[in-house]
Structure formats: C-alpha cells, structure tokens
C-alpha cells in the first residue's frame, strides 16, 4: 500500500531553521509528482512547493528565498529546508503525491496521495 510519512516538525523561534522530509513507499518515486502544502490553524490548506518528477520546482511568493524543496529519487524521499522561519508559516506541513500508475495489461491512471502532515510552529 502506498504511504507517506513527513517527519522533522517542531518549534522554533522566528528566524531559525528547520528541515521537513517526507518518505515515500508503495509508489514508483520517478512517476510522481511531489509538493508541500501547509495548513495553518482554521485557514484552507495551501500549496507551499512543488517538484515535478522532471525535477520542476516552483514556491509561493511568500517562501522564495528562504525555502528549499529537494527530492532524492533513489531514496524515495521529498525534502523542505525552511529558513528565516516567520510565524506566518507555523501550519501543519503535509506531503502530497501525484503518481501514474501502470497495471499488467499496461493501463495507466493517476492517484494522488497525502501524508498525515507534521506541525511546524514558529513563535516570535
């Protein structure tokens, strides 16, 4: 069965550091699509970074410059590298894979997935 675990939330004080990683199993990691979303307290969730399984990367606005999203193909894993934290960011972080599947009659389709988030909070 497909499953994704994030790990590396905590706390940190505004302007501190902290690393994310999400960990991928039951899925062929080069025929997804990856991202981060956050999703602060009574707020939408909202997409923070994508890379594509072409190695595509693209951040909001608000986190250029200061997040990081990486993915180690061979490890099956999705990093975000977070620095100069603001409180804006505190918000669960959760995974997000956009995977094509082929089954033995070589018929494709396409599932998404999402992990169950990690909390990261900043406090100032």
């Known amino acids: 069965q497909v499953k994704l675990v994030e790990s590396g939330g905590g706390s940190v004080q505004a302007g501190g550091s902290l690393s994310l990683t999400c960990t991928a199993s039951?899925?062929?990691?080069?025929?997804?699509?990856m991202a981060w979303y956050r999703q602060a307290e009574g707020k939408e969730r909202k997409l923070v970074s994508s890379?594509?399984?072409?190695?595509?990367?693209m951040y909001i606005e608000s986190v250029k410059g200061r997040f990081a999203a990486s993915r180690d193909n061979a490890q099956n894993t999705l990093y975000l590298q977070m620095t100069n934290l603001k409180s804006e960011d505190t918000a669960v972080y959760l995974c997000?894979?956009?995977?094509?599947?082929?089954?033995?009659?070589?018929?494709?389709?396409?599932?998404?997935?999402w992990g169950q988030g990690t909390q990261v909070t900043v406090s100032s």
């Open positions: 890379i594509r399984r072409d190695g595509f990367t």
């Open positions: 997000r894979a956009d995977c094509t599947h082929t089954d033995y009659d070589g018929d494709s389709w396409e599932s998404t997935y």
């Open positions: 039951g899925v062929t990691f080069t025929r997804c699509d």
